[in-house]
């Protein structure tokens, strides 16, 4: 036996069970990269495991761009679906909550308890919307360090995410070096590439050119449902890969029914990517989709001199940055390039590409090779 | 544990005498990271391993030791003239894909590039061939060619006369007997079963 099969031997796997969240609530304005300002703000979180006597064993969890806080267990017995990262959370998982006190919060900007363009503005009693200010990658990781602050930590074992939480991971590894200590960012970029700005920009004009969107100022029981559903399609297939899409669906067809209209749902698809485009809209706001598209699409490791190397000199921590084979969104070659940076530089850096075809979505798959590599960059 | 690991180890002590305290070190097919953890703790110096394979990669991240899953060639492309101290290729470059290249690329972001390679031309090797018209079978070579991957061994005469042709500097060489232990003092082409070049730039 070598020592790589020793890496992938199952674990006495457990789960997080019934969780709850909790609220920070900070009464201090915050002032925004962009100078905007809100009078305090209220991160939604959910904690799972126990802090240590030191308080060294905290993983800092950052979610995806739909994502929440919500990344493991479930809130009764009754729920079926489980937290986004539930494989990976828990006792026994790779990021075993025996070991480590998780912490997921939902993003500033967000919609799922956190201040976003939905709350309230305390100063004119109704929701921001588009007075919400704009709104940078930056700005969520320091949300996300005066949550950590209140909890009473200095440091973190760790910070892990993938995709935007990816960028929120090298966001925190550049602005707090000192504060953790090691950091993986999965399915990730150091910035959007044109193809990527340019599916971001068509599911924003397909929200605002919802006649429901109102330039952003619509009741939370009519928000601009048609808009956002296709602006969620479309991001959906860019989550997918072409071969993970053929073999789920290929061209099968839902069942034959002769009285179907022409453009009614005829493949399985279709039905698929219209339920997903429902369904987003019972959970998002799509002013809070503008806004973290845009922080997205802003997002610019490389500056605006275009040199990579420059923003990373900051970095301390050990880092590992994961790409995935099949991932057209956030290509290999998006994430290597940190990883090269960061060696250029002198850091300690490491590079893993595992070949899933699950797309940029991969991340979100349970997968051996992930998880023998998350449970041992975090253990060591 | 393969009974191949140990040998596979063998210019570890060799390379580790030729680094330098502190020094920034790459290296070209660095397994499951071995020689550079080493290299670390007794010779604090910054180390990089590139490996092909998921699995080496992983052993590398448990060791600590910085790990690039890619192909060893268009990486060195990401990297500056002379930007490490020393380029290793342990037991790699018969696995190269255009050894000429990527031996040139390496000289210009090395200082200083170590190759470790088996000798070819080693007598055993040469008597298996006259005799049984095969090729040798046996812990250096493991596998039969059909369960093996593609290489292209070589032996000391080919090497030498590779870097003779490209101009490539010999600084240093050492050549160990058939039991990759004890050193080679006479006839190396013929009696040396390892051998281990510090080259630079000529």
């Known amino acids: 036996m070598n020592d790589s099969e020793a890496l992938v031997s199952t674990f006495e796997e457990g789960e997080v069970g019934i969780v709850a969240h909790s609220d920070f609530v900070s009464k201090v304005p915050f002032e925004f990269e962009s100078g905007g300002v809100v009078p305090g703000l209220c991160l939604r979180y959910e904690t799972y495991g126990h802090l240590n006597k030191d308080k060294s064993n905290a993983i800092l969890i950052c979610h995806a761009l739909t994502g929440d806080h919500h990344c493991a267990g479930v809130y009764d017995m009754t729920e079926r679906k489980q937290g986004w990262w539930n494989f990976m959370v828990g006792p026994g998982k790779p990021i075993d909550t025996k070991k480590y006190f998780v912490i997921c919060s939902n993003v500033l900007g967000g919609c799922n308890g956190s201040t976003g363009p939905r709350s309230i503005n305390p100063e004119t009693g109704k929701p921001y919307n588009l007075d919400f200010p704009k709104l940078t990658v930056r700005d969520m990781v320091r949300a996300q360090a005066l949550l950590i602050d209140s909890l009473g930590l200095d440091r973190l074992h760790a910070v892990i995410g993938g995709s935007m939480g990816g960028m929120q991971t090298l966001q925190w590894a550049i602005d707090f070096p000192e504060r953790l200590g090691r950091y993986a960012a999965l399915a990730c970029c150091a910035r959007h590439n044109a193809q990527a700005i340019a599916f971001n920009d068509t599911g924003r004009q397909a929200i605002m050119r919802d006649p429901a969107w109102k330039k952003g100022v619509y009741a939370s029981d009519a928000p601009p449902a048609h808009g956002l559903a296709v602006a969620r399609m479309m991001a959906h297939i860019t989550y997918l890969s072409d071969a993970g899409m053929e073999a789920r669906f290929g061209r099968k067809r839902r069942a034959e029914d002769s009285s179907r209209e022409h453009f009614e749902v005829e493949f399985e698809v279709e039905s698929y990517l219209r339920y997903q485009g429902q369904q987003f809209v019972s959970r998002f706001d799509a002013n809070s989709y503008l806004y973290l598209t845009k922080a997205l699409d802003r997002f610019d490791l490389h500056g605006s001199d275009g040199r990579l190397d420059e923003m990373l000199k900051a970095v301390q921590a050990p880092g590992l940055v994961v790409g995935f084979g099949s991932d057209w969104l956030y290509p290999p070659q998006a994430n290597r390039e940190i990883v090269e940076a960061l060696l250029r530089l002198g850091k300690p850096a490491s590079y893993a590409e595992l070949a899933l075809n699950a797309g940029h979505d991969s991340f979100l798959l349970r997968a051996p090779k992930l998880d023998a590599l998350i449970r041992t960059f975090l253990d060591r | ?202």
């Open chain 2, 1 to 202: 544990m393969n009974p191949n690991s140990k040998k596979r180890q063998v210019d570890f002590q060799v390379i580790a005498r030729w680094v330098k305290q502190g020094d920034r070190i790459l290296d070209l097919g660095c397994g499951r990271g071995v020689l550079l953890e080493a290299l670390m703790q007794q010779q604090s110096v910054y180390g990089v391993g590139i490996d092909i394979e998921l699995d080496k990669i992983i052993s590398c991240v448990k060791r600590g030791v910085s790990a690039y899953h890619g192909d060893v060639h268009a990486v060195l492309k990401k990297f500056e003239d002379a930007s490490f101290d020393r380029v290793i290729f342990s037991r790699s470059v018969d696995l190269l894909e255009q050894a000429d290249v990527t031996l040139t690329e390496a000289l210009r972001v090395g200082k200083h590039v170590t190759v470790g390679f088996v000798n070819h031309g080693y007598w055993r090797n040469r008597l298996s061939f006259f005799t049984q018209g095969r090729r040798i079978h046996n812990e250096v070579y493991p596998n039969q060619w059909h369960e093996s991957r593609p290489s292209n061994p070589f032996s000391i005469g080919e090497f030498d006369q590779f870097c003779k042709s490209t101009g490539i500097r010999i600084v240093n060489r050492k050549y160990l007997r058939g039991n990759w232990r004890d050193t080679c003092p006479f006839f190396p082409s013929l009696c040396a079963g390892y051998a281990i070049y510090d080259l630079t730039k000529g």
